[in-house]
């Protein structure tokens, strides 16, 4: 995915724990580690805003596109 | 009678002249077909049922199977027929043996398919049918139902023309007809539950 959430970087600057920003949002942890990891397929604009409001930032900070190969990786869709 | 005019319809239809679109009242299924205590789970427990009977024939058909190498075989008859009447053939050991065979094999693709359709149903009763394993145990049906077919009509070939000649009537590619037409509607099922595996797959990395 050419897409990455740059998660870390902006909770290191706020110095706020991974936990927190999933109370304070209201997603659960796991979902939020799928978030920071890159494993996630989509964020919903509810999220991003919700993000946004609590991080104090704009979804610009958030999200980078980092041009690369496609990824073309077959889904895990009961193929294999 | 009269008839309306277009001049009286006119005034019925809306000003864009698209008819309004008659709403036909949602049939709702007034009970659960999905997850604990629906009507899926009610089916799994008549799966569940046929397979444990389906697992004894098939014991008992590869018993009788084994028995049937060492029995004596002589003295007896059997008569091939597909109507009244028929031809009396002397019961040889290969013919035994093949009918014997050719049920066991034909029972034990029944097993394999009800043996995927209870893992199917296990998954419908948990209320979670799109996993990926379905899209495989439906594909698996598609082919073991295939082959079952197949391995049916070449057999009965096969007796028709070589065993009894002139007593069955000849294998005809109609017959063929509706198990072809069920085997590709088992694959398109697959396909649609490849669709809903990886649909569910986006919804769950969405977040």
């Known amino acids: ?23 304070r949002v209201g ?17 919903r604009f509810s999220t991003l805003d919700a993000l946004c409001r609590e991080l104090n930032c704009q979804p610009g900070d958030l999200l980078v596109h980092e041009p690369g190969p496609q990824d073309l990786t077959a889904d895990d869709d009961g193929d294999d | 009678m009269r008839l309306p005019t ?13 008819a309004a679109r008659v709403r036909f009242p949602r049939f709702r299924a007034p009970w659960r077909t999905l997850g604990p205590g629906s009507v899926a789970s009610l089916l799994k427990v008549a799966l ?27 003295n007896y008859n059997v008569t091939v027929t597909d109507h ?13 043996l093949f009918g014997l065979g050719a049920l066991s094999a034909w029972v034990g693709g029944f097993l394999l398919i009800l043996r995927n359709l209870r893992l199917i149903f296990r998954t419908l009763t948990a209320g979670d049918p799109f996993r990926p394993e ?14 079952v077919t197949a391995g049916v009509w070449v057999a009965q070939g096969m007796v028709a023309a070589r065993l009894v000649p002139g007593v ?33 797959r986006e919804s769950e990395l969405t977040i």
Do not use: C, H, W
Request: proline share 4%; aromatic share 4%; net charge positive.
């Open chain 1, 1 to 23: 995915m050419a897409i990455r959430i740059q998660l870390d970087r902006i909770l290191l600057e706020r110095r706020m724990s991974l936990t927190e920003l999933a109370d």
């Open chain 2, 168 to 200: 069955m009537d000849p294998q005809g590619f109609g017959e063929l007809l509706t198990p072809i037409f069920s085997v590709l509607v088992v694959f398109v099922l697959a396909e649609v539950f490849r669709e809903g595996a990886r649909l569910r």
């Open chain 2, 134 to 147: 379905n899209v495989r145990r439906l594909r698996a049906i598609g082919l073991t139902l295939a082959t």
């Open chain 2, 48 to 74: 569940d049922v046929a397979y444990l009977l389906l697992m004894l024939i098939t014991a008992v058909l590869l018993i009788a199977f084994v028995a049937a190498i060492f029995i004596p075989v002589a």
């Open chain 1, 27 to 43: 997603v659960t942890l796991a979902n939020l580690s799928i978030l920071k990891t890159g494993k996630a397929r989509a964020i």
């Open chain 2, 6 to 18: 277009l001049d009286n319809l006119k005034g019925r239809l809306p000003a864009n002249g698209v």
């Open chain 2, 84 to 96: 009244d009447g028929g031809l009396q053939q002397p019961l040889t050991r290969p013919l035994l």
